[in-house]
C-alpha cells in the first residue's frame, strides 16, 4: 500500500505543473489467470485486481497513460475443462504489482472540451513491468515459495469503451490481456536452478492473465492546443 500511495501523490503533483488535460482516477476490477496451472477461459475474472491510472491526454485521437495495479492471480486446477488437469489438482496464487505505461489510441475524436456527451471505443498497448513471488510445488503437490521475487515483462493489449458522463468525469470499461515473457507466475518453471527438476508443463509457452473492469476519472487541466497533432 506504500507503492499505491506513492504513486497517487505523484499524478496529483501533476496537476500543479501541466498545461494539458489531464485524467486521474481508479481502476476497479476481476482478473484471471492463463497458464499451466488452472482453467485456460480467456475472459473468466475470479480474483479483486484495483489500481490507479493517469492519462495524458496529447490530442483528440491518442493519449499517454500509466497505471499501477494490485492483483491476486489464481488457478485451480479442478476448475479447468482439461480431465488431466482435474485429476492432477495442483493451485496456485501469488499476488502481483504491475506498473504499466503506453498509448492509448481512440477510434473516434475524444476532446475533452467539446462538451455534451462524447464517447468512443479504443485501444491501448505498451510494456508491463510485474512483480510476483517466485513459486514452486513439492513432492505433495503443495505450493511453496522460494521466498523471492521477480520482476516480468509483459505486453498489454486492451480493448475498451468510455464515454464522458459529466463535464469532468470520464468512465470506461475495458477488457485487457497481458502476455508475459514469463513461465513461472503459477510456480511451473521455478526460479532457482536447484528447483529445476520441479518444472512442468509446456515450458514453450509462457503465461497470460486477463483484467476486466471499469476505470473512473477525473479530468483536469487547461485546454490543450491540438494544432499539427
Not at 498497448?125 to 511453496?144: E, T, W
Not at 497481458?178 to 528447483?195: H, I, M, Q, V, W
Request: hydrophobic residues 40%; aromatic residues 14%; proline residues 3%.
Amino acid at each position: 500500500m506504500k507503492q499505491f500511495t506513492l504513486v497517487i501523490l505523484t499524478f496529483l503533483s501533476i496537476h500543479f505543473s501541466s498545461a494539458q488535460i489531464n485524467e486521474f482516477g481508479l481502476y476497479l476490477g476481476g482478473a484471471n489467470f492463463i497458464g499451466d496451472v488452472g482453467a485456460t477461459d480467456y475472459i473468466a475474472p475470479n480474483q479483486l485486481a484495483i489500481g490507479a491510472i493517469y492519462k495524458w491526454n496529447r490530442s483528440p485521437r491518442h493519449s499517454y497513460r500509466v497505471s499501477l495495479t494490485f492483483a491476486d492471480l489464481e488457478g485451480i486446477d479442478t476448475n479447468s475443462d482439461d480431465p488431466s488437469r482435474e485429476i492432477r489438482g495442483l493451485e496456485f496464487n501469488n499476488q502481483i504489482i504491475e506498473l504499466t505505461a503506453g498509448v492509448e489510441f481512440t477510434f473516434f475524436d475524444f476532446n475533452l472540451h467539446q462538451g455534451g456527451f462524447i464517447y468512443t471505443p479504443y485501444l491501448f498497448s505498451g510494456i508491463s513491468a510485474i512483480q510476483h513471488d517466485n513459486l514452486y510445488y513439492d513432492s505433495l503437490g503443495d505450493v511453496q515459495t522460494e521466498d523471492s521475487s521477480s520482476i516480468a515483462i509483459g505486453i498489454p493489449m486492451v480493448v475498451g469503451f468510455k464515454a464522458l458522463v459529466t463535464p469532468n468525469i470520464v468512465l470506461a470499461l475495458e477488457v485487457g490481456a497481458r502476455y508475459t515473457f514469463s513461465d513461472n507466475l503459477d510456480g511451473s518453471a521455478p526460479d532457482s536452478k536447484e528447483l529445476a527438476d520441479r518444472s512442468f508443463g509446456n515450458l514453450n509457452n509462457n503465461d497470460w492473465y486477463t483484467f476486466t473492469g471499469v476505470t473512473l476519472t477525473y479530468t483536469f487541466g487547461k485546454n490543450p492546443c491540438y494544432c499539427g497533432y
